[in-house]
């Protein structure tokens, strides 16, 4: 082999080695940047879960509270109908008890009447 071809075949093992080195060193930096852009994902993730769970915990005590609210408005409400329907009924009655000796009159004047013409 001839001095040039040495040559040239040491050349060209020292530039694969400096491509080799070159590869190495730029895989390297990729994984490291994929390692750091997974890690910021993942914390990004993480924070929006643990926010998620907040405002879902939140939501929990929030339906809780208004629901309670909401019972204790109808329960309210159903009082409050109840005491007018009380109100209501007595009335009726008081107008009833009212009529009622009227009724009873009119009652008998119809069967006296009826019986005086048989």
């Known amino acids: 082999m001839s001095l040039e071809a040495m040559k040239q075949v040491t ?3 020292e530039a ?4 080799r080195a070159e590869a190495q060193a730029e895989a390297k930096r990729l994984v490291a940047e994929a390692e ?8 990004e993730a993480r924070a929006q879960a643990e926010a998620q769970a907040r ?5 929990g005590v929030n339906r809780h509270l208004v629901l309670r609210q909401a019972e204790a408005k109808a329960a309210e409400h159903a009082s409050e109908v109840m005491a007018q329907t009380r109100k209501s009924c007595d ?12 009724a009873a009159e009119s009652i008998v ?6 019986n005086v013409h048989c």
């Open 91 to 102: 009335a009726l009655r008081a107008q009833a008890e009212a009529r009622l000796a009227d």
């Open 11 to 13: 050349e060209a093992e």
């Open 16 to 19: 694969n080695r400096a491509r």
């Open 55 to 59: 405002v879902r915990a939140l939501l």
């Open 36 to 43: 750091r852009a997974g890690k910021a994902r993942l914390a």
């Open 109 to 114: 004047r119809r069967v006296v009447k009826t």
